[in-house]
């Protein structure tokens, strides 16, 4: 009995013993929660102190402090440069003597990497002026673009040994002052005439990518209309303008080289104007065809003629292409007289009656509608005509 009591005390002892450490446990703990809580108040505090004192002094700052304050905090980063052009539409030009100028081989491969449909800003009509020399009409072509700008580029190819920057060459100033491309010799009749064209498609392709419409003129070419007129009509255009036709006899079909065959046959071989206008989508594959190109350059000497043969035959042989062209020029031209080259006109044929014949002297489709506004430029005009070309301009051509 005695020995129950004391083990009974013992584990009552123990007991209390194990309820202080318990308590004292538990009051540890408080302890530790309770120094957590304040220490994360106390940073709280601070932050909200110091962002409070920083609202202070940035926002109700007055005019004093705000001079001062500004005159030590660092000016905002600029923003980026603009990414750099892409190094395929850096055009070398005539004028650019520290560029090496590209191989006509490397410029038409690039040209043949030009997106077809893409468009930047407003489209511009591209107006390629494939000249021997000087540009005589230069003043008439000023009053012509006089205006607006942004909505045309300019192009030139001329002989290389041509001085440009002479007055009287028409290139010194206005829109034609540096829109000389590299330009290699052309001689009347052969290939290099077509070589020279496309120098001039490529460089307009690879230039800008706002140029959508290509048009190929002369040095004795005028416009019939003035611009807003002619860029309407380029631009809302659905087809392009290369002039493609069979024609039997010595100066169609006689012109054929059986070398041609057997991949364009006398019955595919066409004839046309060489002055033509095309959209971006089919300048880019004008550029783009090798085979042919290659197949004329090496058959077509001599009497081939190829400017007025090339385009023709191409489109023709083009199933898109000829879907989509209209067998026309939009460039007139006189061959009723018969003869290696066309009429040419001298001052005493200037009129106003001369002038509105042109512009109005047939009927033709456009956009499969009926119209009398056939041809935008007429050829062959000698320098002489310039003076009167100038008057009868307001009135006529109303520019």
Same mark, same amino acid.
């Given at each position: 009995m005695l020995k129950d009591r004391q083990c009974y005390g013992f584990l009552a002892l123990t007991m209390k013993i194990l309820n202080a450490h318990l308590n004292l446990i538990k009051l540890f703990s408080y302890f530790l929660i309770a120094l957590g809580c304040s220490l994360a108040f106390g940073i709280t505090l601070s932050f909200y102190s110091e962002s409070f004192s920083s609202l202070n002094h940035t926002h109700f700052q007055t005019p004093q402090n705000l001079s001062t304050t500004s005159a030590t905090v660092s000016p905002p980063s600029p923003p980026p440069p603009? =990414? @750099?052009?892409?190094?395929?539409? %850096?055009?070398?030009?005539? &004028? $650019?003597?520290?560029?090496?100028?590209?191989?006509?081989?490397?410029?038409?491969? #690039?040209?043949?990497?030009? =997106?077809? *449909?893409?468009?930047?800003?407003?489209?511009?009509?591209?107006?390629?002026?494939?000249?021997?020399?000087?540009?005589?009409?230069a003043p008439l072509w000023e009053k012509f673009f006089k205006g607006h700008q942004g909505f045309y580029s300019v192009y030139v190819h001329s002989d290389p040994s041509f001085n440009s920057s002479s007055s009287l060459s028409g290139m010194d100033d206005g829109v034609f002052r540096g829109r000389r491309i590299p330009s290699q010799e052309v001689e009347w009749g052969k290939f290099s005439m077509v070589e020279a064209e496309l120098r001039l498609l490529a460089n307009a392709l690879l230039d800008d990518p706002s140029n959508q419409r290509f048009v190929l003129l002369s040095e004795s070419c005028i416009p019939l209309f003035n611009f807003t007129t002619i860029y309407s009509y380029l631009i809302n255009a659905t087809q392009t303008y290369i002039e493609s036709y069979?024609?039997?006899? =010595?100066?169609? #079909?006689? #012109? !054929?080289?059986?070398?041609? +065959? @057997?991949?364009?046959?006398?019955?595919?071989?066409?004839?046309?104007? /060489?002055?033509?206008?095309?959209?971006?989508?089919?300048?880019? /594959?004008?550029?783009?065809? /090798?085979?042919?190109?290659?197949?004329?350059?090496?058959?077509?000497? &001599? &009497?081939? !003629?190829?400017?007025?043969? !090339?385009?023709?035959?191409?489109?023709?042989? $083009?199933?898109? +292409?000829? %879907?989509? *062209?209209?067998? %026309?020029?939009?460039?007139?031209?006189?061959?009723?007289?018969?003869?290696?080259? =066309?009429?040419?006109? #001298?001052?005493?044929?200037?009129?106003?009656?001369?002038?509105? %014949?042109?512009?109005?002297?047939?009927?033709?489709? !456009? *956009? +499969?509608?009926?119209?009398?506004i056939c041809y935008l430029f007429a050829r062959k005009f000698l320098p002489d005509t310039l003076y009167r070309l100038m008057i009868y301009a307001p009135r006529v051509m109303h520019f």
């Open positions: 603009p =990414p @750099p052009i892409p190094e395929v539409l %850096r055009l070398p030009t005539s &004028s $650019n003597n520290d560029v090496e100028v590209m191989s006509d081989e490397e410029l038409m491969w #690039r040209a043949s990497m030009t =997106p077809m *449909n893409t468009q930047v800003g407003v489209p511009k009509v591209a107006f390629l002026f494939l000249v021997k020399g000087s540009i005589p009409f069979d024609l039997v006899g =010595p100066t169609g #079909r006689g #012109r !054929y080289k059986s070398q041609l +065959g @057997p991949t364009v046959t006398v019955r595919q071989w066409r004839k046309g104007s /060489q002055w033509f206008e095309l959209d971006r989508d089919m300048a880019v /594959q004008v550029i783009s065809d /090798q085979g042919y190109f290659l197949l004329f350059k090496r058959a077509c000497k &001599s &009497s081939c !003629y190829a400017d007025e043969h !090339y385009l023709p035959t191409w489109v023709n042989m $083009n199933k898109l +292409g000829a %879907r989509k *062209n209209s067998n %026309r020029s939009l460039t007139w031209v006189d061959w009723s007289k018969g003869g290696w080259h =066309p009429a040419r006109y #001298r001052r005493t044929h200037i009129t106003i009656e001369f002038l509105e %014949r042109l512009r109005g002297k047939e009927t033709c489709e !456009y *956009n +499969g509608k009926v119209t009398n």
